[in-house]
């Protein structure tokens, strides 16, 4: 059974600091995504890797994919407070094309002034 | 292009009712999902479907049902609701580079 870790499950920051969220997972996959759920809203795709060493940037959002060590990572570069959401990463565990999405338990990151 | 509808927003269900969850997309695409969203845990899968007329098992099946009788619309069927199907349920459609797209979502009470 896949199983997907996040950490830290919450993160309070300072406006303009840097920080990085990890995503682990159990299972061989070479897809991952990135999704920004805000308060009692849908979530908002952000990032998709497909591949080994995959990077994607996004204004202060930078995701990387290690499927190797079955690692990825959303750094987050001078924090603003419009970034203030939960960010959960999602692994594919369908090797195929259905795309069968195991979620993250989420990350909910407050930027404070 | 209105993306991916979910309808009702709300709901409060008696135990025992039964109910439909109404999905529809507008982007012609032929995989769309059921999750649910329990309080402070992530998505898991119910059903999904990968064209009009086939549908499968998610991690999360039992005391659902669904149909995908055209590419627009995935309803989900609850038959007799119980209490532990409180949370919130999200329809999504996926696209190109299997990004999946999702609803607004729907929230439902058993009381």
């Known amino acids: 059974e896949l199983k997907v870790e996040q950490n830290p499950l919450f993160l309070s920051m300072q406006e303009g600091k840097n920080y990085t969220i990890y995503c682990n997972y159990s299972?061989?996959?070479?897809?991952l995504y990135w999704y920004r759920q805000d308060p009692g809203k849908s979530l908002e795709s952000l990032f998709v890797?497909?591949?080994?060493?995959a990077v994607k940037q996004e204004g202060r959002l930078m995701a990387s994919l290690d499927t190797k060590a079955r690692l990825s990572t959303l750094h987050i570069t001078a924090a603003v407070h419009d970034l203030s959401a939960t960010y959960f990463c999602?692994?594919?565990?369908?090797?195929?094309?259905?795309?069968?999405?195991?979620f993250g338990t989420g990350t909910r990151l407050q930027v404070t002034l | 292009n209105a993306g991916v509808t979910q309808t009702p927003k709300f709901r409060i269900l008696k135990i025992g009712q039964s109910m439909t969850l109404q999905c529809t997309q507008d982007?012609?695409?032929?995989?769309m999902y059921w999750y649910r969203q329990d309080p402070g845990m992530g998505l898991k899968l119910i059903y999904y479907?990968?064209?009009?007329?086939?549908?499968d098992k998610g991690e999360v099946p039992n005391g659902y049902n669904v149909s995908r009788s055209t590419t627009e619309d995935f309803p989900l069927r609850l038959e007799l609701a119980a209490p532990s199907q409180t949370s919130v349920y999200f329809c999504?459609?996926?696209?190109?580079?299997?990004?999946?797209?999702f609803g607004p979502g729907t929230r439902l009470t058993v009381l």
């Open positions: 999602a692994v594919d565990r369908d090797t195929g094309t259905a795309s069968k999405l195991t």
């Open positions: 299972t061989t996959s070479d897809r």
């Open positions: 890797l497909l591949s080994n060493g």
């Open positions: 982007m012609n695409h032929n995989y």
């Open positions: 479907s990968v064209g009009a007329g086939i549908t």
């Open positions: 999504a459609s996926m696209g190109y580079n299997n990004e999946q797209f």
